[in-house]
Each structure stands twice: as C-alpha cells, then as structure tokens.
C-alpha cells in the first residue's frame, strides 16, 4: 500500500533563513511525487512535481524538491524563506504501476516563517 | 481560465440531515476527485470519476456518501444522513490527463455535523 510520512507537524524557520520540509513515501513501484500548498482559506495550490528525469524538479514560487530514491525521500527546500511562505504543505503520492490514479497524501507540515 | 469551484464554502447542519456538495471541475478536465480531510489528519481520497463513469470509488466511507456526475461535467457528494464524523474538509480535483499531470483543486467545503 502507498503511504507518505511527513514527520514534522510544524517547522519554524526565520525570515531570510533556507527552509527544508520533509516527506518521504512508499509505493510498490516508482512514483509520480507532488508537493502542494494551502494558504489560509484557500484551496490546494500544486507546487511542483517529480515524474522522470533530474532528480532535482523546480516550483511555484521559489521551491524545489529533491527525489532521492534510496532514501525514498521528497524533501521540500527554499534558499531564503519568505513570511508569505507561512501555509501548510502537503506531500502526495501517485503509483505509476497500479494503475490506480488517486493521490495518496500526508498529515501535512505547518511552515511557520518568522519575520 | 476559471479554477475548480466547490459550492457551498461553509455547512453546518445537525446530525441526521442532508447535505449536497457540489463542483464544478475546469471545463475540459475529464477526470474529477472528491478527497476530503478530517482535522488534523490527512487528505484522504474518496472517488474518482472519469467523465460520467465511478473509475475507483474505494475510499468512499458508508453507504451513506453517494457521489455523481452528470453528464460528466459537474459532481455532487452527498451525505445522507450526516454523522458527526463526517465533519471536515471536502475537496474536489481535476485533471486534464490521469498519468503524470497534476491535478487542480477547489478551494474546499468545511462541513460541520453538530
């Protein structure tokens, strides 16, 4: 079964500082990831995604995102955090062997930026 | 271009009542998602269509959630009758391809069972 484990309920990082939110998965085969992002009172915003290809996929807004397949991991980065970057972030994933379409996701990580 | 459009935003209702979600996914999009997020928790997959057609409904709770599209263009979810469990956050999705496109979601419908 597809899962995704986002570890941190909360990561606080200051202004100006680079950011890391974690999420690593588990699928049967090799995955499609995607990491998306809600700001207060809307809806999900997608932000990248990985499909094939170099391992280091870039975003909206600043993001990127590193698959690293050993460690079946899809961390979220920024360089220089921003305080409107303060929204939770959900990490999914999608079998590419299944067949099966659904986005699995995780708990969700709050990215609190301090000014 | 419009967005993917969930109607209402906000429902409260008592347990035991009726409730009708509704989306509008972005035209042309076959494919649409209904997920839904229990405080806290993670956003679970409930359904997804295929223009008119149920392709996977295995995260559908009860019977007591049916889910359609009508001439494969907008969805409804309905809870029939609503249990306090219910409550939560419900998103729809869609997608113009299912293999490595993503999707585009609304902006949610926060459901209350008191």
Known sequence: AQSVAQPEDQVNVAEGNPLTVKCTYS?????????????????LQFLLKYITGDNLVKGSYGFEAEFNKSQTSFHLKKPSALVSDSALYFCAVRDRVTGFQKLVFGTGTRLLVSP | ???????PSHSVIEKGQTVTLRCDPISGHDNLYWYRRVMGKEIKFLLHF??????????????????????????????????????????????????????FFGQGTRLTVV
């Open chain 1, 27 to 43: 699928v049967s085969g090799n995955p499609y990831l995607f990491w998306y992002v809600q700001y207060p009172n809307r809806g």
């Open chain 2, 1 to 7: 271009e419009a967005g993917v459009t969930q109607f």
């Open chain 2, 50 to 103: 295929v223009k008119e057609s149920k392709q996977d409904e295995s995260g559908m709770p009860n019977n007591r959630f049916l889910a359609e599209r009508t001439g494969g263009t907008y969805s409804t979810l309905k809870v029939q009758p609503a249990e306090l469990e219910d409550s939560g956050v419900y998103f729809c999705a869609s997608s113009q391809e299912v293999v490595n496109t993503e999707a």
